[in-house]
């Protein structure tokens, strides 16, 4: 397995590609750099001038909205202890106001009852759209009703807009943005099984990708080319794919990194990059009942050169709202997705949820170092649920299975996966996750809030 020194490499060049002002700088992580380094700890400074003058109102002109998919507490930690060592910070740590939010959807036949552990597509809808729903259901109500969503309002408000993710840009978190349907699963014309009243043929507003298309986001990068090469089975368009409307319409239409290098500005981008999610950064050991031998992470070395990493499409998105509102009187909203944290939690795959959240990071240093220069950008960070996997005490075993990594500084981390019998898909949780901002209306994320008021919070700072 290839480790990860190109790795460096390249997030170094993305970086240095943008003309932007960089943040303070953390390490960037590599599965193993082979040297120990001593926990260093300073003194605790006063830091009331710098969380008063972080505290700022008034309107935004941009918003760029972060969002890892499964990242709760225990996967940043997992992820900052084997990167950049326990005393290390990771650029998401960095945002100057913290709170935590609660995740609870509510039950489709009484939506008046809690449902404590929820899924992306309720949790979605919530920051999306300012309202709680049912598990699966994709910016609609209890009822069916759909609710306009926050990227929806920016673009009639005159905002342009970008959606990018490393899942199917049909799955939920990408999806509550641009789509309204009773169950996350009609992805395509040709999946619409669980949604016969929203199916083109039956009157309704399509599948997730032919919503997308019409949504018409300005930039609107990720996987699942599948169900855009699915034939449209009603309305005008019938007989075509999804991806040939899209065509059609005037969308720029790219399938590779050098595509996306040569996009322009003058017409929609739709980037779809894999038939389904795309590739893992990282692969490592698979946990076991008894454990695994102290290993290390290394580059996925299947993944496709030609296909971008979430901090090529960042940097890209980023770069074209940029300059499409260089002149104009309104700015932009972006919401970027890490998506297989969660994914790999699901899968119990330490290394390849540790490699997505890093690569995350990244992608969050990117929004920070476009906040330096733009400073009227309210960038938020945060998770749509908690997930499975714990740091145990190494030599130790769980009902579950485990791993064990050793980290940058040279110490044994296990971690363990319990919510499933293996090798079944690991589980949500219920927590409260991590919400961290900085920007003009950053301060409504401190305390405890609820995942609806995020929705409230972003509205407000573009004025919509």
Known sequence: MKMLSSRRQRLAAVVAATTLVAVPSVALAVPHLGAHQSLRTAGPSDNTKAARHAIVGGKARNVILLIGDGMGDSEITIARNYSVGAAGRLHMDRLP???AYTTYAVQKEHPELPDYVTDSAASGTGWATGHKTYNGAISVLPDGRAVPTVLELAKKAGFRTGNVTTAEIEDATPAVLASHVVSRNCKGPQAMGDCPTDAKENGGRGSIAEQIVRTRADVTLGGGKQFFDQQIQGGPSAGMTVLEQAQATGYQVVTDAAGLDAVHTRAPVLGLFAPNNMDLEWTGPTPTPTGTAPSTCAENAARTASQPHLTDMASKAISILDKQTRHARKGFFLQIEGASIDKQDHAANPCGQIGETVEFDAAVQLAL??????????????????????????????????????????????????????????????????????????????????????????RRALGL
């Open 369 to 458: 170092n476009y906040q330096k220069r733009h400073p009227d950008t309210l960038v938020v960070v945060t998770a749509d649920h908690g997930h499975t996997s714990q740091i145990v005490e190494t030599g130790t075993t769980t009902p579950g299975v485990t791993a064990t990594l050793t980290t940058v500084e040279g110490a044994d981390m296990t971690i363990s996966y319990a919510t499933t019998p293996f090798p079944g898909s690991q589980q949500h949780t219920g927590t409260e996750v991590r919400i961290a901002a900085g920007g003009p209306q950053a301060a409504n994320v401190l305390g405890v809030t609820n995942q609806t008021d995020l929705f409230f919070t972003m």
């Open 97 to 99: 106001l913290t709170g």
